[in-house]
Nanobody, 124 residues
């Protein structure tokens, strides 16, 4: 059974940091591009950042460039999202997603597997 499980969400003050993790079971992340998306209340799900299956390419939404980074640990079958300088507008449910042999797409439709999401709340 394929499963992606996010963890690390929580409440943080503006300017703070959080590190999200996405752990996979039932699929080898080493052959999957991994993306992070987020959805704020009343808004559509939006792309945050992604890393290609090889790790050689990363794509960032303009809103998070310079603040968020993505990394992967294929040995542990996990992907991390480091979020720094968080702002209230970063408040959302964050989802990780997997795209086999992907290069890091910004399109949610390209991802085959999704986690259940983890809540990130940034207070002002």
């Amino acid at each position: 059974q394929v499963q992606l499980v996010e963890s690390g969400g929580g409440l943080v003050q503006a300017g703070g940091s959080l590190r999200l993790s996405c752990a996979a079971s039932g699929l080898p992340l080493s052959i999957y591009a991994m993306g992070w998306f987020r959805q704020a209340p009343g808004k559509e799900r939006e792309f945050v950042l992604a890393i290609s299956w090889s790790g050689g390419s990363k794509v960032y939404a303009d809103s998070v460039k310079g603040r968020f980074t993505i990394s992967r640990d294929n040995a542990k079958n996990t992907v991390q999202l480091q979020m720094n300088s968080l702002q209230p507008e970063d408040t959302a449910v964050y989802y990780c997603a997997a795209d086999i042999w992907g290069v890091g797409s910004m399109g949610s439709g390209d991802y085959e597997y999704w986690g259940q999401g983890t809540q990130v709340t940034v207070s002002s």
